[in-house]
């Protein structure tokens, strides 16, 4: 009997430690976001490592971001995001796609997404708090065939993140932020595709 009752206590105390880790994660999240919503923009560079089985291709970065709009580029290949339309540019075909992105979208091509939209599509639950950062993992809340699951790190100070792991069904995505910088003010029209400047891009509206 008391047996059965240990066992009992040990369920019960693991419940309550995972509902209180999941209330951290999402107090911390939304404290991330309200910071990062607070500046005029972000300007960040970053590295990627995409492997997939035994194969790694690694690649360099910088993105620029104000409220919900950004400009990425990436190996030379760069993405506008207006709030509602995305153009992507794609320098070895020298063409231009026009889309509106899907979640999946917008997390292959800006990794800050996470910090403004975890809540809407992700649960969050604290994975560890030692040393410098918090790490937090972000499970879809809805069955996502191309996510199982994310890694944030972000700094306990200033609540900015450092890094990200994308882990997908047969392949994974690890992201570091090398700079973080703040409030330099953009013109909307910074954030979509000039056809003036990409005179011989073919244009492919995927609408």
């Not at 207006?82 to 509106?100: L, S």
């Not at 917008?106 to 969050?124: C, D, G, H, K, W």
């Amino acid at each position: 009997m008391k047996l059965r009752h240990f066992a009992t206590l040990i369920i019960l105390f693991a419940c309550f430690a995972a509902n209180m880790a999941a209330q951290d994660a999402d107090k911390i999240m939304r404290t991330a976001s309200a910071k990062f919503k607070s500046y005029k923009s972000v300007e960040s560079n970053y590295t990627i490592v995409y492997t997939e089985g035994a194969k790694k291709r690694s690649a360099t970065g910088g993105i620029i971001m104000q409220n919900n709009m950004y400009v990425n580029l990436i190996e030379g290949n760069k993405t506008w995001f207006n709030g509602k339309t995305m153009w992507t540019y794609v320098k070895e075909n020298e063409e231009v796609n026009i889309t509106e992105p899907s979640s999946n979208d917008m997390l292959s091509n800006n990794p800050y997404f996470f910090i403004n939209n975890y809540s809407q599509e992700y649960n969050a639950s604290l994975q560890s708090i030692g040393g410098k950062t918090y790490d937090i993992k972000l499970t879809p809340k809805k069955a996502n065939e191309d996510v199982k699951y994310v890694i944030l790190q972000l700094t306990k100070d200033a609540y900015q993140p450092v890094s990200l792991s994308i882990v997908m069904k047969n392949s994974k995505m690890d992201i570091v932020l090398n700079s973080f910088k703040t409030g330099k003010a953009y013109k909307k029209s910074s954030f979509s595709f000039n056809k003036k400047k990409y005179p011989d891009a073919d244009i492919i509206d995927l609408r």
